[in-house]
């Protein structure tokens, strides 16, 4: 069963998705504050964490930051304001998942945590094959890890996507949109900007120099490439 940790200091809001989280079979941990997140992460070692942002003591930026430093390969989704875009792309450079807007269709939420669920699933058909190489590149997929010169780099479950279906796909120019339905899924609604703040952080960690990079690049118009060998 998939363990939830639900941290939002609004009880009404908490109680809802909550309800609606154990009515498809999730285990839920509720929270209200940062710190009593904290505990419970430390307790329970969730597979999903929901982040509402505004937080009384440490914020779900900080706590992001927290669970995304000390827990490998939780997947994050973070509650923001309707209206505060700001709120959504500094969620994605803490490393956040996915993102929902307030006031939220609690149907919407469950297709993102399924979503999510997809991306740390550890299937046991990849045990055969299971390396991917393009030098100085490695990809474990059995054990979801991804090396440079034989140097493991940290990614969260989205960035680990993202490099693989490139590392799958070498040479060919990816549309944003395709990113996006491969890795959110075609039933995504939510801002196509998620695809370039991830392909960011992407760059930030593999890139020797991301501003110039070397390995995904850019094409104007379309998306992004794969150039496995610069």
């Given at each position: 069963?998939?363990?939830?940790?639900?941290?939002?200091?609004?009880?009404?809001?908490?109680?809802?998705?909550?309800?609606?989280?154990?009515?498809?079979?999730?285990?839920?941990?509720?929270?209200?504050?940062?710190?009593?997140?904290?505990?419970?992460?430390?307790?329970?070692?969730?597979?999903?964490?929901?982040?509402?942002?505004?937080?009384?003591?440490?914020?779900?930026?900080?706590?992001?930051?927290?669970?995304?430093?000390?827990?490998?390969?939780?997947?994050?989704?973070?509650?923001?304001?309707?209206?505060?875009?700001?709120?959504?792309?500094?969620?994605?450079?803490?490393?956040?998942?996915?993102?929902?807007?307030?006031?939220?269709?609690?149907?919407?939420?469950?297709?993102?945590?399924?979503?999510?669920?997809?991306?740390?699933?550890?299937?046991?058909?990849?045990?055969?094959?299971?390396?991917?190489?393009?030098?100085?590149?490695?990809?474990?997929?059995?054990?979801?890890?991804?090396?440079?010169?034989?140097?493991?780099?940290?990614?969260?479950?989205?960035?680990?996507?993202?490099?693989?279906?490139?590392?799958?796909?070498?040479?060919?120019?990816?549309?944003?949109?395709?990113?996006?339905?491969?890795?959110?899924?075609?039933d995504y609604i939510g801002d196509s900007k998620i695809v370039d703040v991830n392909m960011r952080r992407?760059?930030?960690?593999?890139?020797?120099?991301?501003?110039?990079?070397?390995?995904?690049?850019?094409?104007?118009?379309?998306?992004?490439?794969?150039?496995?060998?610069?």
């Open positions: 069963m998939t363990k939830i940790l639900l941290v939002e200091d609004e009880e009404s809001i908490r109680k809802f998705v909550r309800i609606n989280l154990e009515m498809e079979d999730y285990k839920v941990f509720e929270a209200e504050s940062g710190e009593d997140g904290i505990k419970i992460a430390a307790e329970e070692k969730p597979d999903i964490a929901i982040l509402d942002v505004m937080l009384p003591g440490i914020d779900g930026f900080q706590l992001c930051k927290f669970l995304r430093e000390n827990y490998k390969g939780i997947g994050i989704i973070m509650l923001t304001a309707k209206s505060q875009d700001m709120d959504k792309i500094m969620g994605l450079e803490y490393g956040t998942d996915d993102y929902m807007t307030k006031p939220f269709n609690p149907k919407e939420l469950i297709l993102r945590v399924k979503s999510l669920e997809r991306r740390l699933e550890l299937k046991s058909d990849e045990k055969t094959d299971n390396l991917l190489e393009f030098p100085p590149f490695k990809i474990d997929t059995y054990q979801r890890r991804f090396y440079k010169d034989d140097v493991e780099i940290d990614l969260t479950p989205t960035e680990y996507m993202i490099v693989k279906i490139f590392m799958e796909n070498p040479g060919k120019a990816l549309k944003r949109d395709e990113i996006l339905n491969l890795i959110w899924g075609y992407v760059r930030s960690k593999i890139e020797t120099e991301p501003a110039k990079p070397e390995f995904i690049e850019t094409v104007w118009g379309v998306g992004y490439r794969w150039k496995s060998r610069p």
